[in-house]
């Protein structure tokens, strides 16, 4: 990679009950653990490949709520990685503020291509063996991968203790399964979206972002500010 640069609802939303289960599983996932200081490190991994195009301008706004969410519990750094066309997959250096990396992201345009999940998976792997990766969201369509292959990358990934935290648009059965199985190696946590639900994500990263940088008292405090859906999604999850 160059650095530098099991059953899903038809329509592909996330149901409340859903939404719920995403933020047990993120409450369940043990606080990261950091010097004092150190700020949070999140990968954001997107799929870039032709189906997302229509939605990809839309994620790439979506992303600003992660560093707005944890101004206050001492920020966040993120790093973009993406894939696309003839196995074409890329990540950004570390930035640490949303224009910066919405910069990166609307340079991208996305090009037809199989997924490269796994060389994602590798390199986060690799970036958490020389600092600490406290998460990894990935937001994408489709699997096309040897499932074996990708679940060794992620149990590698699981005793690191970086958890997957998998967003999954539309309704595609295979790439279901393979996320949820993802997310259970890695003990992190998935949940579908699709055209309706931007703000359902919005929320949802944000509450992720806020995890990653502080863990389950960050992200109660997170709830409490917001208010709205967001107080109601993580007071749901304290009585679970």
């Not at 993120?26 to 004092?36: D, E, H, N, S, W």
């Not at 345009?109 to 796994?118: A, E, H, N, V």
């Not at 949940?191 to 992720?208: E, W, Y």
Request: charged content about 25%; hydrophobic content about 40%; aromatic content about 8%.
């Amino acid at each position: 990679m160059a650095e530098n640069k099991d059953n899903l609802p038809a329509e592909g939303k996330a149901s409340q009950s859903e939404v719920d289960a995403f933020l047990r599983r993120l409450t369940a996932v043990p606080a990261p653990q950091k010097q004092a200081g150190r700020r949070g490190r999140l990968i954001f991994a997107m799929d870039a490949t032709a189906s997302r195009e229509p939605t990809w301008d839309r994620a790439c706004h979506l992303q600003a709520e992660m560093f707005e969410a944890t101004q206050s519990i001492g920020g966040l750094d993120v790093q973009l990685v993406f894939y696309r066309g003839f196995r074409e997959c890329k990540s950004s250096p570390w930035v640490s503020d949303s224009a910066a990396l919405l910069r990166k992201m609307t340079q991208v345009r996305c090009l037809g291509g199989q997924t490269q999940i796994g060389r994602v998976l590798g390199h986060a792997i690799a970036r958490t063996k020389e600092t600490k990766v406290d998460a990894l969201v990935f937001v994408g369509d489709c699997f096309e991968e040897d499932i074996d292959d990708v679940c060794h990358r992620a149990g590698e990934l699981g005793l690191l203790g970086v958890p997957v935290f998998l967003f999954h648009e539309g309704g595609d059965p295979i790439a279901a399964r393979a996320f949820r199985q993802i997310a259970q190696l890695t003990k992190g946590a998935y949940c579908p979206f699709d055209a309706g639900s931007a703000r359902q994500l919005r929320d949802l990263l944000g509450a992720v972002a806020v995890y990653a940088a502080g863990g389950y008292r960050a992200l109660q405090d997170y709830g409490k500010r917001r208010g709205g859906d967001v107080r109601q999604l993580t007071h749901q999850v304290g009585k679970s």
